[in-house]
């Protein structure tokens, strides 16, 4: 059975403190992904792999940044949290050489006061 | 630049009655097509996706959909649903010009079935 773990469900950290998100697959995917998901926006991409150590900016990239040593980590970062990085994050990964399907993690919910 | 369009936040249906949601895209070029649920507290799966072929797609937990190039649209239908279809909708649109092959989220629906 396919599997994206996250590291955490639920996270509170404070302003200003360096938050590390982690996700690991087990399916030997290629490409891996990073979302936030906020009420009434949907999913916006904020950063994706295409392969280790290769990284691309998604679509809200500004405060984050991404690591990815080995084929199947992909972490993100915020160097400096903010309020409004409070979200819910989420984790995906597909094949290489498949771009269908993505499969997700069960999301890390950020709170920062 | 492709988008995609929920035009529904939130649908409400009582139990075993029909619902369908909507999805409308925009893309230049040829795309493909998914729709994922999100149940409380969990990540996306997928429910059914198009790639080609029959326009008519059906997917898990008896949900079909129908993709309509003329009218750009890819709406989720169910005949009957059941209290335990209650969850966020999102549909989703990748094209098919190569390369990385980016997919866009739309901003959800959430099914709500009323028993």
Same mark, same amino acid.
């Given at each position: ?113 | 630049?492709?988008? $995609? ?23 230049? $070029? ?6 994922? $649920? ?78």
């Amino acid at each position: 059975d396919v599997k994206v773990t996250q590291s955490s469900r639920y996270l509170v950290k404070r302003t200003g403190e360096k938050v590390f998100l982690e996700c690991v697959q087990d399916m030997d995917h290629e490409n891996m992904f990073w979302y936030r998901q906020d009420p009434g926006l949907g999913l916006r991409l904020i950063y994706f792999s295409y392969d280790v150590k290769m990284k691309e900016k998604g679509d809200i990239p500004e405060g984050y940044s991404v690591s990815r040593e080995k084929k199947e980590r992909f972490s993100l970062i915020l160097e400096s949290a903010s309020t409004n990085q409070t979200s819910m994050y989420l984790c995906a990964s597909r094949t290489g050489t498949n771009y269908l399907e993505q499969y997700f993690g069960p999301g890390t919910r950020l709170t920062v006061t | 630049a492709q988008s $995609v369009t929920q035009l529904d936040s939130q649908v409400p249906v009582f139990e075993e009655a029909p619902v369908e949601l909507r999805c409308n895209y925009s893309s230049s $070029v040829s795309v493909y097509l998914f729709w994922y $649920v999100q149940y409380p507290n969990q990540g996306l799966q997928l429910l059914l996706k198009y790639l080609s072929g029959s326009t008519l797609v059906k997917g898990i937990n008896g949900f079909e959909a129908e993709f309509n190039k003329s009218q750009t649209s890819f709406h989720l239908r169910k005949p009957s649903v059941h209290i335990s279809d209650t969850a966020e909708y999102f549909c989703a649109v990748s094209d098919q010009s190569g390369g990385y092959q980016k997919v866009t989220f739309g901003t959800g629906t959430k099914l709500q079935v009323i028993p």
